[in-house]
């Protein structure tokens, strides 16, 4: 009987998974936008009975597929989403069958393989060797682990208690980039911190924090900087900010969450020098390193502090059992580690950075395009980010969002940088090659020369 439910899922587990190819193998040439005109037919009200697994599956594949954002293909330029290369999906797919929680006591394979995961981006991002972390479900909560972490641990330095929580604590400084990302500041008010009060650093042409515009430092502060703005790809002067914090024993926190894996390509070395001098850092594995969605990961030098502000205890888990849920704040949890295993055993060091080497290569090249179109790229190419816009007819920007969006040729989205109206390119696919570049730039350039014609 047993036996026979589990068939039962076993057949749903193939027949999604030709289903799963299938949506591959026709995604490439298909419009990248979504066509979002059946949806209604996903069911306005739940039915009486069930479906049968079959009935439920087509629903889902003829209706929701075409509801898809074409993301995992190589014409989407949107944000920073990534695809997922086809280790890490496999996985994702092989462990969805296990359904593992990570855990020694229910999950030891997922576990190891998270284990190892992060000493290899502890080592691929040439981070301090003590530095240990968590899998999260993206940066955000990564981010906001490690605000609590750095907040617990700057208050136990002045003879506050953890356990008091906010209560009765001292107050704390935040001093952060005027261009932080804005899930960092969601992470410092979950953290219980006033995002009123920060002391605020200017930036220079390039989103990078002007080190001699930071306030005195004391052991009271939170540091947060960025390696990766989402308009341009720079990186924070680390070595200048790390000096400061570690002379004046403040934290320092890096929010790398798409850009930190650039460190492992061949075109930006100097600009992570004094990465190493930070106290905590966050990367994501589903934006750069194309794991499916959704994975993120918490990494801190003091992983006792780590451990101090989030493990549990209950008389029926044993004392000993310390696993992830103790690093991060989820107590249940997917093994989304072992899908950043299989990706990074399936790259190796060395295709870890030809993806991101190439990612640059074509961000280069869609900068001096777009500057031969007529539009201004404001920064330099730090890594995947590319911020165009039009001297003098910002406006028309919008417009040819909109215009490509509808070609269903490539997507990307408008964007607002330093009071500048424009849209941002952002190259972070493993499939994207010179031919979806080809098709981004030919997209770009009907578009202005059809709203021109019309005007
Ligand atoms: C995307 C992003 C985040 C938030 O990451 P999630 O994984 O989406 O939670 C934080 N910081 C930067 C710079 C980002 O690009």
Known sequence: MENSLLELQAEAFSDAASRGARYLRQIGSRHVDANISRLAELGPSLPEQGLDVKSVLDLMETVGGEGTVATAAGRYFGYVIGGALPAASGARALLSAWDQVADQLTGPTV???????????????????????????????????????????????????????????????????????????????????????????????????????????????????????????????????????????????????????????????????GLELADSWVVDSHKTLNTPYDSGVALCRHPEEMQASMAIGAGYLPATNQGPSDRAPEFSRSARGAETWAALLSLGRQGVADMVTRFHRHAVRIARELRDLGFEVPHEIHFNQVFATLPGNEEMCERIVTHVQASGEAWFGQATWQRRKGFRISVSNWTTSDDDVDRLVLAIKGAKAHIMKTD
């Open 111 to 273: 576990l190891e393989m998270e284990k190892v995961a992060l000493s290899w981006i502890v080592d691929l991002l040439e981070l301090p060797q003590e530095t240990s972390g968590a899998f999260t479900t993206g940066a955000t909560m990564a981010n906001m682990t490690l605000l609590v972490t750095a907040r617990d641990t700057l208050l136990t330095r002045q003879g506050h208690s953890r356990g008091a929580g906010l209560v009765g604590a001292p107050p704390l400084r935040i001093v952060a980039s005027r261009e932080i990302h804005a899930t960092v500041l969601k992470s410092v008010r979950m953290a219980g911190l006033s995002t009123d009060g920060i002391e605020w650093v200017d930036v220079d042409g390039e989103g990078r924090m002007l080190a001699s515009k930071m306030p005195k430092l004391d052991g009271s502060t939170l540091v947060l900087c960025q390696s990766g703005n989402v308009c341009t790809g720079a990186v924070d002067p680390l070595k200048d900010i790390g000096e400061s914090c570690n002379a004046a024993g403040a934290w320092m926190h890096v929010d790398g969450a798409f850009g930190l894996w650039s460190r492992t390509g061949n075109f930006l070395t100097r600009a992570f020098d």
